[in-house]
């Protein structure tokens, strides 16, 4: 199995187990840092906030359920965290989340001859996100979103 294989199977498994107990899964990361191979799992709740007590329990939770499916065949460290205030936001829910709120795009295409904006986002709907910007709405496609965060004031 290829690494983006390997990806998408972790993210099903994990993201399946994180649905039962009613949390999202806002992103996982695989990397190898020296010789250690590490997964980084970001855990919210759909309306936001998790305890480090709950990140704990997830990362035993996690751990015992990753060692079951034999997926990495290798030692890894896992870590188990919030995404914290100023969390990427990926998925058309991490938008919704964040309606009425100011959040920083880079895109990966020009929308309006630009590829980077902030300004308050106004709705999420068929798959763009509506931000007002200088008096104007503008449809940003999810499909061409980069990158983007909320902006914590």
Do not use: W
Request: proline residues 3%; contains cysteine.
């Amino acid at each position: 199995m290829d690494r983006q294989e390997i990806i998408a199977e972790l993210k099903d498994i994990i993201g399946d187990y994180l649905k039962i107990q009613r949390l999202d899964l806002v992103d996982l990361i695989l990397r190898h840092e020296g010789r250690d191979l590490i997964v980084r799992i970001l855990v919210d709740r759909p309306e936001g906030g998790i305890t480090l007590d709950e990140c704990f329990g997830l990362n035993v939770q996690i751990s015992n359920l990753l060692d079951e499916k034999d997926i990495l065949q290798t030692r890894y460290i896992l870590e188990v965290a919030s995404p914290g205030l100023d969390r990427p936001l990926k998925t058309k829910n991490d938008f919704s989340r964040c309606v009425d709120k100011k959040a920083r795009f880079f895109l990966n295409e020009p929308v309006n001859g630009k590829i980077e904006f902030e300004g308050v986002i106004n709705k999420v709907e068929n798959d763009s996100v509506y931000i007002g910007n200088n008096n104007e709405i503008i449809e940003i496609p999810l499909t061409k979103i980069n990158k983007a965060k909320q902006v914590i004031e």
